[in-house]
Structure formats: C-alpha cells, structure tokens
C-alpha cells in the first residue's frame, strides 16, 4: 500500500527569472540620475528571487532583480550607496509619501 512511505521532496520552484545585466544596469542608470539613493535589500521568496529596491531622496523608487544578498552588497558598495535589509528598516516614510502623490495626482508622473 505505501501509505507510510516517505516521498522524495522535489525543490522550491521559482516562477521567476534570475537576473541579468539589463537589471543592474537599470539600476546603476537610476542611482546616476537620482540624488540621495538608497538600497533596500529584499529576500528571496517562494515567487521571486532576491531583489533590491533603490530609493531616491524624493521617495522616487525601483526594483529589480540580484544574483543574491552578497551581490547586492557588492553591487551597492561599489557605487557607494548605502544598503539595509528591509526585514530589519522596512521602508523609509518618504517612499510611502510619493506613492501617495503618485495615487492622487496620477498625471504629474
């Protein structure tokens, strides 16, 4: 009957795809033109791989995706950015407040 056999667990598979260099270089595009741009590193889910939010001074935002948590910390001490885990900062008010902006007066963006 097997009722009691163990199955072979098969891996998390993630629907998403890794990251590529069109991804940090829409990033490095984004710190280049945006002043006071901060790293927010995001953890890898179940749906998507490791990501990391840059967050300019004016609450402006974008998300893309890393090859991992140390490449991300490479990534953003190489362009001399900050970088905070999101699970320990959260996210910074100003981000909140331009989506906020963004809702109310869709057309100005």
């Given amino acids: 009957m097997g009722l009691f056999r163990r199955r072979k667990r098969v891996g998390a598979v993630s629907r998403d795809r890794a990251a590529d260099r069109a991804d940090l270089d829409h990033l490095?595009?984004?710190?280049?033109?945006?002043?006071?741009?901060?790293?927010?590193?995001?953890?890898?889910?179940t749906v998507t791989e490791t990501t990391v939010m840059l967050i300019a001074d004016d609450g402006e935002w974008t998300r893309r995706r890393v090859g991992g948590p140390e490449e991300a910390r490479r990534f953003a001490h190489r362009l001399a950015i900050p970088i905070?885990?999101?699970r320990l900062m959260g996210y910074p008010q100003?981000?909140?407040?331009?989506?906020?902006?963004?809702?109310?007066?869709?057309e100005l963006f």
């Fill in 84 to 86: 905070y885990d999101v």
């Fill in 28 to 45: 490095e595009s984004f710190i280049r033109t945006r002043r006071g741009v901060e790293a927010y590193l995001e953890p890898r889910t």
């Fill in 94 to 106: 100003r981000m909140r407040d331009y989506n906020e902006r963004r809702k109310r007066r869709p």
